[in-house]
């Protein structure tokens, strides 16, 4: 009994946190890396296509967020708080499973795009064909760095995301030679696939795509809900961006979006950022559950402080000269966004500290209602915004949203903390429950 008293305190001995500091450390750099390629490729397409064609790549941008959030709800998240802490002979069977139903995902959604885009034809719908084609690629490669972060093996997620990084680097050249939206999609999908073909080499482990059904069924008290929290999420961003151009036009969407792909390091990190928040909170959870809300706000605070930061960089320190030689004509319609655009970025990055503490209680009722909350002000406040004023509106409504939404992820923490209940010590903890049905190889 003395033993297990004194077990809470553990994670914060010496060695706990070392180990802990060396995985946020891969973490850090694993998103960094995802973080600068998203926002080279961002800068390099905005000032190689102008204000109405980056519209064009935006929408296929933000439609690609939707189809992500939909494999992580349904493959990664599930495989995240499940598999973060199991033998490896458990770990590989959920990996196989997983990124077998992320390339069913992707296959099933690219059909989708590719229907939609035949359908609209013109610039616009020829980039939805192309997003056709690249999807599973992409959804496998994200699908491995969960996988590997699960393991607690964050320096192969880097170095995947490397792969995919130099891998642009010919792409994008190419594409630019090319000039056109569909270009630079391929270009950044077929990066993906590569990696995605390393990210196998990595693990030796080959996805089974037949076990989609199975995995579904196994994981479908958390998946359903993270479907639709994660949904409601990048849903949400899809529906602001179709009514803003409806309603300002695709310029304003591109205008917003540069200025959004000026904040890119933060909001790629923002994506990304379960990938290492969760499992690290679940730790937390298991060895003193009384942390939790310690390492969440740390998280939430620090990349909040982060974000205001940079934002005022940009605000202060760059001059219209080099923004215009970075974006070229972009800079122009998206630089008077910047401060609204980091305020929005401030609000998200604080409550992701709350939605990791949330995922690592396995709290998905609570995180679900949080979510539609924080996602039903961000289209309302967006498109009202829109209405009002344009893109500045939908920009300073956006900010608003995430601000107010933030308040509401607190709120939901502080409750599911003090519902929590820890398990006695012959108890699995809920995090880590076992699935109800055996995988099959």
Request: with cysteine; proline share 4%; hydrophobic share 55%.
């Amino acid at each position: 009994m003395a033993n297990h008293r004194r077990a809470p305190r553990s994670i914060f001995r010496s060695g706990a946190v070392r180990a802990m500091a060396g995985r946020l450390s891969w973490g850090l750099g694993d998103q960094a890396v995802s973080s600068l390629t998203n926002f080279a490729v961002g800068l390099y397409v905005a000032r190689e296509l102008g204000t109405f064609a980056f519209g064009i790549f935006s929408l296929a941008w933000v439609t690609y967020g939707v189809v992500l959030n939909v494999s992580r709800g349904l493959a990664t998240d599930p495989l995240m708080v499940r598999f973060s802490a199991v033998p490896e002979d458990r770990w590989r069977l959920g990996v196989a499973s997983a990124s077998g139903t992320a390339i069913g995902v992707g296959c099933v959604t690219g059909l989708i795009s590719l229907v939609a885009g035949l359908a609209a034809g013109g610039p616009l719908g020829n980039a939805f064909v192309a997003l056709a084609v690249v999807l599973p690629g992409l959804l496998l490669q994200d699908a491995w760095r969960f996988a590997f972060f699960a393991r607690g093996q964050g320096k192969k997620a880097f170095l995947n995301d490397v792969v995919c990084g130099v891998a642009l680097i010919p792409a994008l050249f190419i594409a630019g030679r090319v000039g056109t939206v569909v270009a630079f999609v391929l270009a950044w999908g077929i990066a993906a696939a590569l990696a995605a073909v390393y990210g196998w080499f990595q693990t030796g482990i080959l996805p089974h795509p037949r076990e989609l059904a199975g995995w579904l069924r196994n994981q479908r008290d958390l998946s359903v809900r993270y479907l639709v929290e994660n949904v409601s999420n990048s849903g949400a961003s899809q529906l602001r961006a179709y009514g803003l151009g409806a309603i300002a036009g695709i310029t304003a969407v591109g205008a917003v979006r540069g200025a959004e792909q000026l904040l890119g390091p933060f909001l790629a990190l923002l994506m990304g950022l379960s990938l290492v928040t969760v499992a690290e909170g679940a730790r937390v959870l298991q060895r003193a559950p009384h942390r939790l809300k310690h390492f969440c706000v740390i998280l939430g605070g620090g990349q909040a402080a982060a974000a205001l930061c940079w934002g005022l960089g940009l605000l202060l320190l760059v001059p219209d000269s080099a923004g215009r030689w970075v974006m070229g004509s972009v800079w122009d319609s998206s630089s008077p966004l910047i401060l609204p655009v980091t305020l929005a970025v401030v609000g998200a990055s604080f409550a992701t500290g709350a939605a990791a503490g949330l995922r690592a209680l396995g709290a998905a009722k609570r995180s679900l209602r949080s979510q539609l909350i924080a996602s039903l002000f961000y289209v309302t406040f967006g498109i009202a915004g829109a209405f009002l004023g344009g893109a500045a509106g939908s920009a300073w409504g956006v900010a608003t949203a995430t601000l107010t939404g933030s308040v509401v992820w607190w709120l939901q923490l502080r409750l599911g903390l003090r519902d929590y209940v820890p398990p006695s010590a012959d108890e699995p903890t809920v995090v880590f429950e076992p699935i109800k049905e055996p995988i099959k190889e």
